[in-house]
C-alpha cells in the first residue's frame, strides 16, 4: 500500500520556523498568581460578588419592603366603625371605673 | 480551571506550561512579530488568571485560551493598520548555505502567510499549525464551521498562488 502523496502546500508550510517562549516570558508569566490579585482574594474582602449581584439584592429588599408595607395595611385599620377585641376591652374598663362607687 | 478559580496556583502554573508554546506561536504567526507576540501571550495568562473563577466549561480550556490570544492579536492588528509592518529581514549571509536556504523558505512562508487577510491567517494556523478541528477553529475566530472552511479554502488558495509565483522566480532565476 502507498501512503497518499502529500500537498505541496502542506510541506511549504511545515517549513516554517517554530518560536519558543523565552526564559523571561517564562517567568512572567509563571509569576502572573504572585503579581495580580486573584479573584477569591478580593472576594474575601468584598464577598457581595459584582456591582450587579449588589444592586439585584437591594432591588429586592425593596421590593419585599414593599409587599411588606401594602399587607399591613390592612392590619392597621382605622376605621371606627370596626370593633376589635381590644375596644370591647377598653369599653369595658371604662364602664367598670364609671360604675365605681 | 477550577483549582485555578480557588487560586491554585500550582495548578494555573501547571496549566499554562501546558499551553504557553502554542499560544505564543499561535499569535507570532498572527501577528508576525516576536515582542507583541509576548505581550499577547503573557494578557491571555493574566486573563486566565483573573477569570478563572468565573469560567464557565463550554469550550475546552485550549480553544477559550486561543480565543483571547486571537481577540488580542486582531485588536493589535486593526490598531497598527496604516503604519509600517514590514517584516524584518535577517541578514544570513555569514551563515552556512543550508541554514541559509531552510532560513529563507522559513521567512518566505512566515511572509506569505502575513500576506493573507487576518481572518484566513488565523483559519490555516488554528486548522495546519495549532492542529485545531475546524469547529474549533470557528469557535476561537468566532465564525460558524461553514464559515471556517470558506475562509480555510480562501486562505490555502491565496498560499498556492504565492507557492507557485514563488516556484516560477526560482525557475527564472536559474
Known amino acids: 500500500m502507498t501512503e497518499p502523496q502529500r500537498d505541496p502546500l502542506d510541506s511549504w508550510l511545515d517549513s516554517a520556523q517554530d518560536v519558543e517562549p523565552s526564559a523571561p516570558l517564562r517567568r512572567a508569566i509563571t509569576e502572573v498568581p504572585l503579581r495580580h490579585p486573584r479573584a477569591a482574594e478580593r472576594h474575601a474582602l468584598w464577598p457581595f460578588g459584582g456591582w450587579w449581584k449588589v444592586v439585584s439584592m437591594a432591588l429586592v429588599v425593596c421590593a419585599l419592603g414593599v409587599v411588606a408595607g401594602v399587607s399591613s395595611v390592612n392590619v392597621i385599620d382605622d376605621d371606627p366603625t370596626i370593633e376589635s377585641d381590644d375596644t370591647d376591652l377598653a369599653f369595658a374598663i371604662g364602664l367598670d371605673e364609671e360604675l365605681a362607687p | ?174
Request: glycine share 6%; net charge neutral; charged share 30%.
Open chain 2, 1 to 174: 480551571m477550577r483549582r485555578i478559580g480557588e487560586g491554585d496556583a500550582n495548578a494555573y502554573r501547571a496549566l499554562s506550561e501546558r499551553h504557553m508554546t502554542a499560544l505564543l506561536r499561535y499569535a507570532t504567526r498572527l501577528l508576525g512579530e516576536r515582542t507583541e507576540a509576548e505581550d499577547v501571550t503573557q494578557e491571555a495568562f493574566l486573563r486566565l488568571w483573573t477569570t478563572a473563577a468565573t469560567w464557565k466549561p463550554d469550550a475546552r480550556v485550549s480553544t477559550w485560551l486561543h480565543r483571547i490570544a486571537h481577540n488580542l492579536c486582531i485588536d493589535r492588528i486593526r490598531r497598527r493598520r496604516g503604519n509600517d509592518t514590514d517584516t524584518e529581514i535577517v541578514d544570513d549571509q555569514h551563515q552556512p548555505s543550508d541554514l541559509v536556504m531552510r532560513r529563507e523558505l522559513a521567512l518566505t512562508v512566515e511572509q506569505a502567510l502575513l500576506r493573507l487577510p487576518e481572518r484566513q491567517r488565523a483559519a490555516v494556523v488554528l486548522v495546519h499549525y495549532q492542529g485545531m478541528t475546524n469547529p474549533e477553529a470557528a469557535d476561537v475566530i468566532g465564525v460558524g464551521v461553514e464559515g471556517v472552511e470558506s475562509l480555510l479554502a480562501r486562505g490555502r488558495g491565496g498560499l498556492r498562488i504565492m507557492l507557485a509565483a514563488l516556484d516560477e522566480s526560482k525557475a527564472g532565476a536559474r
